[in-house]
């Protein structure tokens, strides 16, 4: 059974440290930026997350991308 995929939403989620607990462990907590183009490239994502993450206060971890897609049978 052939299958298709068809793109639904995509986003942007930064994983940032927002301190440290009483060990020193860093406390970490993503910021979701939603409703990018399914079409955008990865390093234009990533360029974006970074740059994103460079009006935020606390210090960058990692860029992720999601993306939503629905599987359908042909």
Known sequence: ??????????QIRLLLVVGQDAQGNNITRYRTINNVKPDATDQDVYDVGV?????QKHPLVKVLRENDEELISL
């Open 1 to 10: 059974m052939a299958v298709q995929s068809i793109p639904l939403m995509n």
């Open 51 to 55: 740059l994103l993450a460079g009006l």
